[in-house]
């Protein structure tokens, strides 16, 4: 039977870290954390996670301003506001819920939030920094799986991670960040995507497997070795033959929980730390502020 990696709990745990020290930089500094979003349109489960981003806000102290705007808002209309918020004091963490409407740049919107402000950690700047080792904002999902990790005291070094998926925001950075020497890191990592043949043959070889495709039943019990550490990133939503709906992974978990060391459910497990982390960068940029004053 598996460990299973509660994310729910270890968010719990690290909002109240984050509270005690949002607290601690408000008296020392009189700084208080902000951070501002903008949700452009209506798509609907983006405003589920602006709506709970600024819930957590509200726990941990953090002021949390929403700002909506019409899918019919122009990409000027959004750089102008961003730009806004680079030159405002007050504001310590800026993000740009995703995706955008079609007409509107992601990557110019991204590029024009201050690197000093990009708590999501998908600016260039960032994104490089992460690369070398430097101290720059790690993006939340891959910084929220390393604190799993490492809180759970799963041994990275010297072992072999399969990461399957190379989008931007996950599996390049986290691949990158689990390689480099520093804990939790110093693997060897494997990087698998849709040009990979066979698949299972890689999979098959991870001491610790993570899966950031979005597809549910890519990974089944076939892909995975007995004892393996399993992280699931996915997050799909499909249709039971009721008809109702269910919140589901990559990993086909009731297959792959009898054989795995550790496991992470979905929903409950990445996706409450990558909120969590959001919360801690902001705080980091907050305190880069306070330490200065």
Known sequence: MAVLIDGNSLAAQIREEVQAEVAQLRDSSGVVPGLNLLLVGDDPASAVYVRNKGK?????????TILRLPDTATEQEVLD??????DDASVHGILVQLPLPKHINEHR??????????????????????MIGLDGFIPCTPYGVLEMLRRYNIETSGKHAVVVGRSNIVGKPLSILLAQKRSPGNA???ICHTGTPNIAEYTRTADILISAVGSHGVITKDHVKPGAVVIDVGINRITLPDGTTKLV???LFDEVEPIAQAITPVPG????????MLLRNTLTSAQRVGGKQ
Not at 113 to 124: A, Q
């Open 269 to 276: 497990g990445v996706g409450p730390m990558t909120r969590a």
């Open 56 to 64: 957590d806000c509200e726990k941990v102290g953090i002021t949390s």
């Open 81 to 86: 506001i961003v730009r806004t918020w680079n």
């Open 109 to 130: 919107v991204i590029n024009a939030i201050s690197p000093l402000k990009d708590v999501d950690g998908f600016h260039p700047e960032n994104a490089g920094k992460v």
């Open 188 to 190: 060897t990592v494997t």
């Open 249 to 251: 992974g990559d990993v």
